[in-house]
């Protein structure tokens, strides 16, 4: 079994008395994160993975009760967080750039 197989099989379970969490970062469709998804229960192994290869995405994840602090400090250029959001977007553009490449090379 490879390393993708084990991360597709774990599963998390939801915590009730944890506060729901949004990943307020841009959209990065290879790994299907999309902008203002809501987690319960902790963040699901296609985040953790996301995570693993944009470590920047963690810091974007607050929990929904600070959404609107969170999305005024994106659009605030200058900020920490504002910042971490182009960041994210950056490297989420060289990440699907390699993806359109490979789904391409596979097509042919």
Same mark, same amino acid.
């Not at 250029?77 to 490297?91: K, P």
């Given at each position: 079994?490879?390393?993708?197989? =084990?991360?597709?099989?774990?599963?998390?379970?939801?915590?009730?008395?944890?506060?729901?969490?949004?990943?307020?970062? *841009?959209n990065?469709?290879t790994?299907?994160?999309?902008?203002?998804?809501?987690?319960?229960?902790?963040? *699901?192994?296609?985040?953790?993975?996301? =995570?693993?290869?944009?470590?920047?995405?963690?810091?974007? =994840?607050?929990?929904?009760?600070?959404?609107?602090?969170?999305?005024?400090? =994106?659009?605030?250029?200058?900020t920490?967080?504002?910042?971490?959001?182009?960041?994210?977007?950056?490297?989420?553009?060289?990440?699907n750039?390699?993806?359109?490449?490979?789904?391409?090379?596979?097509?042919?």
């Amino acid at each position: 079994m490879d390393e993708d197989e =084990i991360l597709q099989e774990e599963t998390y379970t939801e915590n009730e008395n944890t506060e729901p969490v949004i990943y307020t970062g *841009p959209n990065i469709i290879t790994f299907g994160l999309m902008q203002y998804l809501v987690m319960t229960g902790g963040l *699901p192994p296609y985040v953790r993975r996301a =995570i693993e290869k944009i470590p920047e995405i963690e810091s974007l =994840i607050v929990p929904v009760s600070e959404l609107e602090s969170m999305k005024q400090k =994106i659009r605030k250029a200058g900020t920490n967080e504002a910042r971490l959001f182009y960041t994210v977007q950056e490297e989420a553009a060289k990440i699907n750039t390699e993806y359109r490449k490979k789904s391409r090379r596979r097509v042919k």
